[in-house]
């Protein structure tokens, strides 16, 4: 038998075809297709074992109608999705997101990043993604109540402790997953770990709501850390302010960075002064609990702007981190970043940055750490959150954070070793591949199947 070497464009072509209108899929496979291939077609168990065909290929795809009752009485109707990508090196894990933007393509394009991106995290877990186009924004509490009930009364055959594990994402936050839990346990009379991201009091893991963050804070410090540097007396631009911004934010000034932006749908903040423990107190208010806009921070403190309908990459400073949603930061925004001395990006959010975007860090070589190794430490912890709920006991926050940077500077090492270069790091290449092997590896070791 022989087989042909893979090429990127008719690879593309192909999964372009079979996959209409999906171009967030198309994107991330393509990134991913573009470093791999070269590396499969120098290694023939993964070219003749058709493995980037196989890894493209979701294991399945559940859709299900959600039904549910507005606090006027009218009948609504919502689509959810679970999209199980891959489970070769353990259950399906990763979160769930309502937006109003959410399609299934959406979903695939994030359960197929989060099959790499925990297999970096060296835990067993595989990918998985949901969610639906429900629009959290402007409903009341109960509303979501009733939305989250009825999501889980489909959901729940679908997942279980060994099989899928879900989990939080954008608009889905520890509210979100109470509601989901409650339901579950309900129907299925068991308390078992089948969400993560639970509150503390109910079988949730200390760290998990400042994992994501955190860790991509440490992902940096260890891009840094390479090259002699630190985050110390550096000036930080973060986009979003929901989990995963303001724990970035929160690092990035317990390490002594100087954070001068958020942002939110609208626009972005820009605080000259710098965002302190106490401005990062009322915009976790502002965001959490009021849920008003970034706006509102200007009645607080006047001397701050806030842009409207603009996204911070304007802003001069050291170190980037998009933590907001994807294709946020395009090629243009990253020739302004590089244009202005940026060092650093960490990406946040899952693929913030365009293919463009990419394009113009690779040309300036400067650090660029892409979600599936630097935001990966949400997921991490919730792996850890899974193994407590089996040994049913609690570790301390100090113990979780610890594991957490020792996690991240494995997923660093992980990198290094697959995408270091002459005098340059290319994280993408290293993360692509490093979170390739084992997954691929595992798949072969089944045999045809
Ligand atoms: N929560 C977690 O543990 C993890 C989250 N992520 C990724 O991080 C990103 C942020 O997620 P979370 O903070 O959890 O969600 P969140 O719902 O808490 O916050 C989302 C933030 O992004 C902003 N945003 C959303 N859509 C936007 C749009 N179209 N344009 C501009 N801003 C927009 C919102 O205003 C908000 O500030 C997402 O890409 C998510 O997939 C990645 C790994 C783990
Ligand atoms: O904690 C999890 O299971 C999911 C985190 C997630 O959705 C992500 O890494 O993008």
């Not at 609504?76 to 070769?88: I, K, M, S, Y």
């Not at 959406?106 to 970096?120: A, H, I």
Request: aromatic share 8%; glycine share 10%.
């Amino acid at each position: 038998m022989s087989f042909e070497k893979l090429e990127l464009e008719s690879f593309m072509t192909g999964l372009v075809r079979r996959n209409p209108g999906q171009p967030e899929f198309h994107q991330a496979v393509r990134e991913v297709a573009e470093k791999l291939i070269p590396f499969i077609n120098e290694n023939p168990k993964y070219l003749t074992s058709r493995i980037l065909e196989r890894m493209t290929e979701p294991d399945r795809v559940i859709s299900f109608r959600v039904l549910w009752e507005d606090d006027e009485g009218n009948v609504r109707v919502n689509r959810g999705h679970r999209v199980q990508f891959n489970g070769a090196i353990g259950p399906y894990k990763g979160g769930l997101r309502f937006d109003k933007s959410v399609t299934l393509g959406t979903l695939k394009f994030l359960g197929f990043e989060q099959v790499f991106k925990n297999s970096l995290t060296t835990l067993p877990m595989g990918g998985a993604k949901g969610g639906s186009d429900f629009n959290p924004k402007g409903k009341s509490d109960r509303e979501v109540m009733r939305f989250c009930h009825a999501f889980m009364t489909e959901l729940y055959r679908h997942i279980g402790k060994d099989t899928d594990v879900p989990a939080g994402d954008i608009g889905v936050g520890a509210r979100e997953v109470s509601f989901l839990f409650g339901q579950y346990k309900r129907i299925k009379n068991e308390f078992t770990g089948v969400l993560t991201g639970k509150g503390l009091q109910f079988g949730g893991s200390n760290a998990r709501k400042e994992a994501t963050g955190f860790g991509s804070v440490y992902f940096a410090k260890e891009m840094l850390a390479h090259r002699n540097d630190t985050i110390d007396g550096k000036v930080a631009v973060v986009s979003g302010s929901g989990n995963v911004a303001q724990h970035t934010v929160e690092k990035l000034i317990d390490l002594g960075a100087k954070v001068v932006t958020v942002s939110d749908r609208g626009g972005y903040l820009l605080d000259n002064d710098g965002i302190n423990d106490d401005k990062l107190s009322h915009i976790m208010e502002l965001k959490n609990v009021q849920r008003a806009s970034l706006k509102a921070y200007l009645d607080k403190y006047p001397n701050a702007e806030y842009h409207e309908d603009k996204r911070p990459w304007e802003v001069k400073c050291d170190l980037a981190f998009p933590s907001a949603t994807q294709n946020e930061l395009s090629g243009a925004d990253a020739q302004t970043l590089v244009d202005n001395g940026c060092i650093l990006v960490c990406e946040g959010a899952n693929m913030p940055t365009d293919i463009e975007g990419i394009k113009v860090f690779e040309k300036a070589q400067i650090m660029f750490g892409p979600g599936k190794a630097a935001n990966a430490g949400g997921v991490a912890i919730s792996g850890l959150e899974m193994t407590q709920n089996s040994m049913r006991l609690q570790w301390s926050f100090e113990e979780v954070d610890t594991r957490l940077q020792e996690i991240m500077a494995k997923i660093h090492k992980s990198c290094v070793k697959y995408g270091e270069e002459e005098g340059w790091v290319d994280y993408v290449k290293g993360a692509n591949i490093g979170g390739f092997v084992k997954v691929a590896d595992a798949m072969i070791a089944y045999g045809i199947i």
